[in-house]
């Protein structure tokens, strides 16, 4: 096990964004249910729910309607889901302490380079037009992160079928970040001195296959779902990547290794303990 002393000071932060940053996955759960319900069928359940969450929209419908048995097809299901969709995400909002970690982020430094600011980077695997639904009423929240460090599902650069839990959105978003600094003459920054921010079981494999350590925020009833296996989840354990198809897939961690946080919440977030100075 790493102890936390032994791990580099975090240069950079890398956020998902649904049910981390933003109330969004309550919302997807509230559009499903009314359309199961129109047809018949029981609401989510979070076993379910567990499999869908993080994952590129095509991936996580696929998922879904392999449960569901709706008597109608994808299309239409995707059909209905667009206007409750447009209708409901523009009302979403900040999860708790979500404002103040990133207006906090912003002014930060890393203890190993007092002189820099900590790089923040977004990697969500909503697509362009869902991103810009959910954040255009929220822009100051989002302001934080700089266009090119903005990482959707649909970026060009992420492969077919390399969503969570597969590493390359959280290596993308690193890339975006280096990128830059080589244009400033600046040091790269390396995996392992990158912090994820994840609330899906997915998302916590994507960024411990990317060789990063993980702050996972789940949702209570996800949490539930997952009684007595945490530490299997913030290692990487729990075997969301299918690493039989080709490409790059990274290392998982092992239970216990020191390199995963389980939070309730983002209020209180303790930046020391990530060698991260905040000057208060």
């Excluded at 980077?121 to 989002?142: E, P, R, V, Y």
Aim: charged share 25%.
């Amino acid at each position: 096990m790493a102890s936390i002393q032994s791990l580099p000071p975090v240069k950079a932060c890398l956020f998902d964004m649904d049910g981390l940053l933003i109330n969004t996955e309550d919302i997807y759960t509230d559009v499903t249910n009314t359309i199961l319900r129109d047809c018949g069928r029981p609401d989510l359940p979070w076993n379910v729910k567990a499999q869908l969450q993080g994952r590129p929209g095509p991936e996580a419908v696929r998922i879904f309607m392999e449960w569901a048995k709706l008597p109608i097809s994808i299309t239409e299901y995707q059909e209905r889901q667009i206007p409750l969709q447009k209708k409901y995400f523009p009302t979403c909002g900040p999860l708790p302490g979500v404002p103040e970690l990133l207006e906090t982020l912003a002014a930060a430094s890393p203890a190993s380079a007092p002189s820099e600011k900590v790089e923040i980077a977004l990697a969500t695997s909503s697509a362009t037009g869902n991103f810009l639904l959910k954040t255009a009423h929220l822009q100051d929240l989002f302001s934080v992160f700089p266009k090119s460090q903005q990482v959707t599902g649909d970026d060009p650069r992420i492969p077919k079928g390399r969503g969570k839990p597969a590493p390359d959105i959280y290596l993308v978003a690193l890339e975006s970040i280096n990128s830059r600094r080589r244009g400033e003459g600046k040091e790269e920054i390396k995996p392992e001195e990158c912090l994820v921010f994840e609330d899906a079981v997915p998302g916590v494999e994507s960024g411990r296959r990317a060789g990063m350590r993980v702050v996972w925020v789940p949702h209570p009833g996800l949490l539930q779902e997952y009684n007595g296996r945490e530490e299997e989840v913030l290692a990487g354990l729990m075997g969301e990547a299918d690493t039989s198809e080709e490409g790059h897939w990274g290392d998982v961690g092992e239970s216990g290794d020191g390199k995963g946080e389980l939070r309730s919440t983002l209020v209180g977030f303790d930046y020391l303990r990530y060698g991260i100075l905040t000057g208060n």
